[in-house]
């Protein structure tokens, strides 16, 4: 047999090994070819499958992807349709063809706990109790090629194709498609696991009311990541990116988000409260006055923005707004980076821009913090008034049940200490299951991208929220808070919106407002914050708060050093706050997880510190300076192109043959510049490089460093001094000299022997 063959042969044996079902079973028979040990992961969408689970080690085939449409109903009650019906399509992904292709929808038992439903939303239950027959789809797709299918199946009776239900509740349901790719057995190659809530069964029983109706509130989030870099007038705003123009037209993100908030709002007007970030409001704003983006490109959104922008301001009339932090700044990671400066300015900031733009006052003295936790630390900084900066500290919080220790219940609950505090709880299995695969990713069937790139859908969410209402309603606090910056398609966010909409219509659910559940007296008066270990490890990293921190220093150097020139001219304030703002772009909740976006972000502030430290420095002379003595000084132009005064300090690097002398601080006048005559003594001729740089007086750098060049043919001070002495000690041991041989001509010394009459000596030569 040749090597190829061999090759060949062991191949077909190992997929045998892998996909084919147990001995015993009836390959020819469809129905019976569901043998394979799986268990499809966690679904909480209607729109792709997911991979089989492979053994550690070994890399699984894939075959086929199912893609489904439309799940219709999405939540059954006595008036729905008495059949399921899903549309969608296959695509054959693997590398062969793949033969006699049927689909099946099954079920499992109807889920009776909350702690079955919570396990559910991790790992997917078993929809094994009914396995109807299988549904052909496809006899052959080649590599490549897709089928549309539509399959509808009778929700009760005793029909081979029936789900069995025959009463109300949450049913596990699995979608389940089989077929025989080239050289295997008949197999599962694809399936979708999701959750599918019957509160009536058509023609059946109904779920009766449990007690009193779950009390509804929904905060339907708008927010999106930083995106601003500069504020400035008409069309000169500037952007990082043009995503939003995108995300504000029609079919965008924040586009639906606003859309399905119109469309509940006349049922819901009492439940429904929008979370908005002040930050995103203020770009918008930006971009409808017109705008650039990063490199000079001219924005394309401006219309989308204004439009935005007008239609928000109609809907949020008289109706509940809260303020998210500005950025959706991340207030724990501000907290332990010791910016609580920033910190109360991400909480007292934002509610004054959304009344200045929206006309609507927003929740006082409210606050949501990322992922619904705070740590202790924070909580009380937060809390605690600060009168020198008027700031009155926060009564309410909206927090995650994860984030409150000896808070039993459902309903608001007080936080002892100096300053008493209302919590809110967010009904976080409703969270959750919104949350999806954005904090779990998911790896797709058949997909090579092992991320899903699906959109997430709430199928799971308006699971729970119907549980909640029709099987513990109670009268609990039912708190709905999608994901910050929520990706769902505009029918998802619809049809929840609808799920709810019936459960109040049912009288399941009643609305109840946000305001009424932070004015609430609590029951529970002794309750406390906790933060868990995982909340920690989601903070923003300790590499960008130290970052942030030293742009902090900088600007808050900065700013000490800045006056006003007067009325007429910009205040320090004018220029600095903005900046601030983007360090709180830098700390924003939506870089978690994405240090990358972090450090872009941090890049971006400092870029934008640096560009007005370098409004004020030295400006580079036209040609060399000529000193005409030693002690002559050296003329420097200083100039400020900011609108406010700026204290500087001249700095001048140690320079050999020259030593720098004693000088004030200067103050340098707004939009001017000055001549200073910096003191200096030259201690030799010659030419020097002199590197100039200005400070604060803090230390802050502004502008670059300066190279002059500095002549000087003169002698300095001391060089002359020290010429003089020399001369004056040279003078004076030559008239010692002298003196010495006149006395020695005139006999005054006596025991010189006298010259007269001497004979000299002969030459011995």
């Given at each position: 047999?040749s090597?190829?063959?061999?090759?060949?042969?062991?191949?077909?044996?190992a997929?045998?090994?892998?996909?084919?079902?147990?001995?015993?079973?009836?390959?020819?028979q469809?129905?019976?070819?569901?043998?394979l040990?799986?268990?499809?992961?966690?679904?909480?969408?209607?729109?792709?499958?997911?991979?089989?689970?492979?053994?550690?080690?070994?890399?699984?085939?894939?075959?086929?992807?199912?893609?489904?449409?439309?799940?219709?109903?999405?939540?059954?009650?006595?008036?729905s349709?008495?059949?399921?019906?899903?549309?969608?399509?296959?695509?054959?992904?693997?590398?062969?063809?793949?033969?006699?292709?049927?689909?099946?929808?099954?079920?499992?038992?109807?889920?009776?706990?909350?702690?079955?439903?919570?396990?559910?939303l991790?790992?997917?239950?078993?929809?094994?109790?009914?396995?109807?027959?299988f549904?052909?789809?496809?006899?052959?797709?080649?590599?490549?090629?897709?089928?549309?299918?539509?399959?509808?199946?009778?929700?009760?009776?005793?029909?081979?194709?029936?789900?069995?239900?025959?009463?109300?509740?949450i049913?596990?349901?699995?979608?389940?498609?089989?077929?025989?790719?080239?050289?295997?057995?008949?197999?599962?190659?694809?399936a979708?696991?999701?959750?599918?809530?019957?509160?009536g069964?058509?023609?059946?029983?109904?779920?009766?009311?449990?007690?009193?109706?779950?009390?509804?509130?929904?905060?339907?989030?708008?927010?999106d990541?930083?995106?601003?870099?500069?504020?400035?007038?008409?069309?000169?705003?500037?952007l990082?990116?043009?995503?939003?123009?995108?995300?504000?037209?029609?079919?965008?993100?924040?586009?639906?988000?606003?859309?399905a908030?119109?469309?509940?709002?006349?049922?819901m007007?009492t439940?429904?409260c929008?979370?908005?970030?002040?930050?995103?409001?203020?770009?918008?704003?930006?971009?409808?006055?017109?705008?650039?983006?990063?490199?000079?490109a001219?924005?394309?959104?401006?219309?989308?923005?204004?439009?935005?922008?007008?239609?928000?301001?109609?809907?949020?009339?008289?109706?509940?707004?809260?303020?998210?932090p500005?950025?959706?700044?991340?207030?724990?990671?501000?907290?332990?980076?010791?910016l609580?400066?920033?910190?109360?300015?991400?909480?007292t900031?934002?509610?004054?821009?959304?009344?200045?733009?929206?006309?609507?006052?927003?929740?006082?003295?409210?606050?949501?913090?990322?992922?619904?936790?705070?740590?202790?630390?924070?909580?009380?900084?937060?809390?605690?008034?600060?009168p020198?900066?008027?700031?009155?500290?926060?009564?309410?919080?909206?927090?995650?049940?994860?984030g409150?220790?000896?808070?039993?219940?459902?309903?608001?609950?007080?936080?002892?200490?100096?300053?008493?505090?209302?919590?809110?709880?967010?009904?976080?299995?409703?969270?959750?299951?919104?949350?999806?695969?954005?904090s779990?990713?998911?790896?797709?069937?058949?997909v090579?991208a092992?991320?899903?790139?699906q959109?997430?859908?709430?199928?799971?969410?308006?699971?729970?929220?119907?549980?909640?209402?029709?099987?513990?309603?109670?009268?609990?606090n039912?708190?709905?808070?999608?994901?910050?910056?929520?990706?769902?398609?505009?029918?998802?966010?619809?049809?929840?919106?609808?799920?709810?909409?019936?459960?109040?219509?049912?009288?399941?659910?009643?609305?109840?407002?946000?305001?009424?559940?932070?004015?609430?007296?609590?029951?529970?008066?002794?309750?406390?914050?906790?933060?868990?270990?995982?909340?920690?490890?989601?903070?923003?990293?300790a590499?960008?708060?130290?970052?942030?921190?030293?742009?902090?220093?900088?600007?808050?150097?900065?700013?000490?050093?800045?006056?006003?020139?007067?009325?007429?001219?910009?205040?320090?304030?004018?220029?600095?706050?903005?900046?601030?703002?983007?360090?709180l772009?830098?700390?924003?909740?939506?870089?978690?997880?994405?240090?990358?976006?972090?450090?872009?972000?941090?890049?971006v502030?400092?870029?934008?510190?640096?560009?007005l430290?370098?409004?004020?420095?030295?400006?580079?002379?036209?040609?060399?300076?000529?000193?005409?003595?030693?002690?002559?000084?050296?003329?420097?132009t200083?100039?400020?192109?900011?609108?406010?005064?700026?204290?500087?300090?001249?700095?001048?690097?140690?320079?050999?043959?020259?030593?720098?002398?004693?000088?004030a601080?200067?103050?340098?006048?707004?939009?001017g510049?000055?001549?200073?005559?910096?003191?200096?003594e030259v201690?030799?001729?010659?030419?020097?490089?002199?590197?100039?740089?200005?400070?604060?007086?803090?230390?802050?750098?502004?502008?670059?460093?300066?190279?002059?060049?500095?002549?000087?043919?003169?002698?300095?001070?001391?060089?002359?001094?020290?010429?003089?002495?020399?001369?004056?000690?040279?003078?004076?041991?030559?008239?010692?000299?002298?003196?010495?041989?006149?006395?020695a001509?005139?006999?005054?010394?006596?025991?010189?022997?006298?010259?007269?009459?001497?004979?000299?000596?002969?030459?011995?030569?």
């Amino acid at each position: 047999m040749s090597l190829r063959k061999l090759v060949c042969t062991a191949a077909v044996a190992a997929f045998v090994v892998i996909a084919a079902p147990p001995a015993g079973a009836q390959q020819s028979q469809p129905d019976e070819v569901d043998a394979l040990p799986f268990m499809p992961a966690p679904a909480t969408q209607v729109w792709a499958t997911r991979s089989l689970s492979a053994q550690p080690g070994q890399a699984q085939p894939q075959f086929l992807r199912l893609d489904i449409d439309q799940l219709t109903p999405r939540f059954v009650t006595s008036d729905s349709p008495s059949t399921v019906k899903i549309t969608g399509k296959i695509v054959n992904v693997g590398d062969r063809k793949v033969f006699d292709i049927v689909l099946r929808l099954e079920r499992g038992e109807p889920l009776e706990a909350e702690d079955d439903l919570r396990k559910a939303l991790r790992e997917p239950a078993s929809a094994e109790a009914v396995q109807p027959k299988f549904t052909p789809v496809a006899g052959e797709l080649e590599p490549g090629q897709q089928k549309d299918f539509t399959l509808e199946v009778p929700l009760r009776g005793t029909e081979p194709t029936s789900l069995e239900v025959d009463k109300p509740g949450i049913y596990p349901i699995l979608a389940n498609i089989n077929g025989r790719p080239d050289f295997g057995g008949q197999a599962r190659l694809a399936a979708l696991s999701t959750l599918l809530p019957v509160l009536g069964v058509p023609g059946g029983e109904t779920k009766g009311k449990v007690g009193a109706g779950a009390k509804m509130t929904v905060l339907w989030p708008i927010a999106d990541r930083p995106r601003l870099v500069r504020l400035g007038g008409e069309g000169d705003s500037e952007l990082i990116d043009d995503d939003l123009a995108t995300s504000l037209s029609v079919n965008g993100r924040l586009y639906g988000l606003l859309q399905a908030y119109e469309q509940a709002i006349s049922q819901m007007s009492t439940a429904m409260c929008l979370a908005i970030d002040p930050d995103l409001l203020r770009t918008v704003q930006a971009m409808s006055n017109g705008y650039e983006v990063r490199g000079g490109a001219e924005g394309k959104g401006q219309s989308e923005a204004e439009l935005w922008l007008d239609r928000l301001k109609l809907a949020v009339t008289g109706r509940c707004v809260v303020a998210l932090p500005y950025a959706d700044a991340d207030l724990v990671a501000l907290n332990r980076a010791k910016l609580s400066t920033i910190s109360t300015l991400a909480v007292t900031d934002g509610p004054k821009l959304i009344q200045d733009v929206l006309g609507v006052q927003p929740l006082p003295d409210l606050v949501w913090p990322e992922d619904g936790v705070l740590d202790q630390s924070t909580f009380d900084e937060l809390v605690t008034p600060q009168p020198d900066r008027r700031y009155p500290g926060v009564k309410s919080l909206l927090l995650d049940p994860t984030g409150l220790a000896d808070a039993p219940g459902t309903g608001p609950v007080g936080i002892g200490g100096k300053t008493p505090v209302t919590a809110v709880k967010i009904d976080s299995m409703v969270s959750d299951a919104l949350q999806g695969s954005d904090s779990r990713p998911r790896t797709l069937s058949g997909v090579a991208a092992p991320v899903e790139s699906q959109p997430v859908s709430v199928q799971n969410a308006l699971s729970v929220l119907a549980f909640r209402a029709g099987w513990q309603g109670d009268g609990r606090n039912v708190l709905v808070a999608p994901p910050r910056r929520w990706h769902a398609p505009l029918s998802e966010m619809t049809e929840f919106l609808a799920t709810a909409q019936k459960l109040l219509a049912g009288g399941y659910a009643t609305q109840t407002g946000l305001e009424e559940l932070t004015s609430a007296t609590p029951e529970v008066t002794n309750a406390k914050v906790a933060y868990p270990p995982e909340a920690g490890a989601r903070e923003i990293s300790a590499i960008i708060s130290d970052s942030v921190a030293n742009q902090s220093a900088e600007l808050n150097g900065l700013v000490a050093a800045m006056q006003q020139e007067d009325t007429a001219h910009a205040s320090p304030a004018d220029l600095a706050d903005p900046l601030w703002l983007g360090l709180l772009r830098t700390m924003s909740g939506a870089w978690r997880g994405n240090e990358q976006g972090a450090r872009s972000a941090a890049q971006v502030s400092q870029s934008e510190i640096d560009a007005l430290t370098g409004m004020v420095g030295v400006t580079q002379p036209n040609s060399p300076i000529l000193l005409g003595s030693g002690d002559s000084p050296i003329p420097i132009t200083l100039t400020n192109k900011l609108d406010v005064r700026v204290t500087v300090r001249i700095n001048l690097a140690d320079t050999p043959g020259i030593r720098k002398l004693d000088l004030a601080d200067q103050v340098l006048p707004a939009r001017g510049e000055r001549v200073v005559r910096v003191p200096v003594e030259v201690l030799r001729s010659g030419r020097f490089p002199v590197n100039v740089r200005l400070t604060t007086p803090e230390g802050v750098p502004l502008g670059d460093t300066v190279k002059l060049e500095v002549s000087s043919s003169a002698y300095g001070t001391i060089t002359v001094i020290v010429t003089v002495l020399a001369g004056i000690a040279l003078v004076l041991l030559s008239g010692r000299r002298i003196y010495k041989r006149v006395r020695a001509r005139n006999g005054e010394n006596g025991d010189a022997p006298s010259i007269e009459n001497v004979t000299p000596e002969k030459s011995s030569a």
